[in-house]
């Protein structure tokens, strides 16, 4: 059955450097998200990307945050200057399609990003 | 304000005993609600999603039900193999976005 795949599993960086966790959704979908989950808590939507745009994003997606579709087949969430409460588990999830349809968004296992 | 509440946080049962997890939602709208299975380290699952009040989905084990207000996921005889933590989402008119709950951590006694 066809998954989403999200690299590295475990990304430990330095607070204040910069991040980029890459996904790669399953191949005929059309709707990219990221997702967070800090330890112990719910999982929260960061963004959702549509034709090479962001179509909608949470507070919590300020402008340290920025995602990219840089080829057919790779969409990456970067965060610029990371900081402690940045560490989280980084859900990528896509879907078929939406609007008034609703095909479910599946998830890919996640990227544990540790900020030291 | 869109909010989705599980109950309860955790549930111990012997393996065959069955139950209902329970998804209260408010949200300006309802697109649709989804269940989601978790596994400790991995992504959510999908199992189910529902549409409009009165509809029912089932696979193997699992019914989920939903009414305007709450949607509940009974899991009839269960298994070892279903101990996870189940996850209820709702998805708002207007947006493309999940609003997830808690989740219910579910463990099944051999």
């Known amino acids: 059955e066809p998954e989403v795949t999200q690299t590295p599993s475990h990304q430990v960086t330095q607070m204040g450097q910069e991040v980029i966790l890459r996904c790669v959704p399953i191949?005929?979908?059309?709707?990219f998200y990221w997702y967070r989950q800090i330890l112990g808590q719910k999982v929260e939507f960061l963004v959702s990307?549509?034709?090479?745009?962001?179509?909608?994003k949470s507070e919590i997606f300020d402008d340290q945050f920025s995602v990219e579709r840089p080829d057919g087949s790779n969409f990456t969430l970067k965060i610029r200057s990371t900081k402690l409460e940045d560490s989280a588990m980084y859900f990528c999830?896509?879907?078929?399609?939406?609007?008034?349809?609703?095909?479910?968004?599946?998830f890919g296992d996640g990227t544990r990003l540790s900020i030291l | 304000e869109d909010q989705v509440t599980q109950s309860p946080e955790a549930l111990r049962l012997q393996e065959g005993e069955s139950s209902s997890l329970n998804c209260s939602y408010t949200?300006?709208?309802?697109?649709?609600l989804f269940w989601y299975r978790q596994d400790p380290g991995k992504g959510p699952e999908f199992l189910f999603t529902?549409?409009?009040a009165g509809e029912e989905k089932e696979k193997e084990r699992l019914k989920a039900t939903l009414t305007k207000k709450e949607s509940f996921l009974h899991i009839t005889a269960p298994k070892p193999e279903d101990s996870a933590t189940y996850l209820c989402?709702?998805?708002?008119?207007?947006?493309?976005?999940?609003?997830f709950g808690t989740g219910t951590r579910l463990k099944v006694l051999a």
């Open positions: 989402a709702v998805r708002p008119s207007g947006t493309y976005k999940y609003i």
């Open positions: 191949s005929n979908h059309l709707y």
């Open positions: 990307f549509y034709n090479n745009e962001i179509s909608e």
């Open positions: 999830a896509s879907s078929e399609a939406t609007g008034y349809s609703n095909q479910p968004q599946h």
């Open positions: 949200v300006s709208g309802l697109r649709g």
């Open positions: 529902l549409y409009s």
